[in-house]
């Protein structure tokens, strides 16, 4: 284990850099559990062995080509359970604006928390939280980016950026920058400037008034148009003349 | 005063079983109200621009009568008799917000805690998942559980009762 130290206000503080691991989303679970350190910790991967996606598929890691971290956040400024899904705001916005000024289209939020340009999945967030009575205890919130990796095998809606412009880029450089904007953001939500955020997170939404299609669970498709999130995080979509609202497994996105 | 003060007062407001505490300090005023005070009307009593949660925690001692005899669970011995049941002083585990009950960490895991378990305080009960947000629900509580009253996989609204719980067990 080799470890590196930044200066960072709050989230990366204090960095763990391991070459190789299992999961930093697991290993990071334990030491929240634990309170072995300090809020703001990150705990990064060279490599993952068997790296947590989205609950049924793994994220592809080929080693040294992306970012793939977890950080351990322990919100005691008193973030209530009702308010969890401003955490999913705060992270979506800071990776957005990390990778959006590297790429020459709009790198937008596919809601709930998934990082997309170009119709494709650039970074995906995964956040776990311990809430015990009213109060969010700990948080922790693992982040995968596609930097440098040039395939992704049968997974034909996945993209990294040096697939999209040809450029091989610095990790370390967007790592700095992600930590930077995960800093300034948490500084909105730990103030209470709540309207910021869901102003932010709603502009970058995509499918922002446009027609999409999506499928109900009864198997429906309809032609709609996101038109915001509701105060519980779910998705808004404008169709047949009237707003409906959609929590994650109601609503399918169809993309072409 | 800090969020830390208004927090440490919510946990004595709902220590001691009280149903509204006022507190005015200049300008500053502070309503405390629990569920007792009125059931019907839950407001967000906290003048405060945080998100701080105002209400009282998910888990309150509610002495719970017939309707909660335990049922007997499949697969496991019944968990005490009704006498005991209806007598008991039986404790709610609370969602603490609107989302997905799931038993277990992962489908293939084996559930958190079963009927006729013993619960601490601090342990992880559920997970909530709310818009692809995973929340470990920890037990407030210490005891034996004598009902789960969700089924996996299914939606849970803010403060549906999970869990019910005899401390005295």
Known sequence: MSESRHFYPLIGQEIHFF??????QDLA?????????KSGSVIRAGHQTAGRGQANNTWLDEGGLNIACSIIYYPDFGLSPAHTFYLSKWVSLAVRETLNPLLPEEVVIKWPNDIWYAEKKLAGILIQTSISG???QSAVIGIGININQDAFGMLDRATSLKQITGIAYDLERIMQDLLSNLNHWLSALEAGRLSQLDEQYIAQLLGLNQKRSFRLPDG????????????????EVVYNNSVHQFGFKEIEWLIQ | MTTKDIQELIRLVNRYNLSEFKLRDGDFELTLRSESFSKASRKEVVPSVIPIQSSIPAVQTVPVAAAAQPARPEGSPQAGTEAE???????????PMVGTFYRSPAPEKPAYIKVGDSVDNGQVVCIIEAMKLFNEIESEVKGKVVKIMVDDASPVEYEQVLFLVDPNA
């Open chain 1, 29 to 37: 679970l334990t030491w929240a559990r634990e309170r072995q350190v």
């Open chain 1, 134 to 136: 009213a109060t969010v």
């Open chain 1, 220 to 235: 429906q498709i309809i032609q709609g148009q996101v038109s915001g999130i509701d105060e519980h995080g779910r998705l």
């Open chain 2, 85 to 95: 049941a209806s007598n008991a002083n039986l404790v709610e585990i609370k969602s």
């Open chain 1, 19 to 24: 070459e190789s691991l299992p999961s930093t």
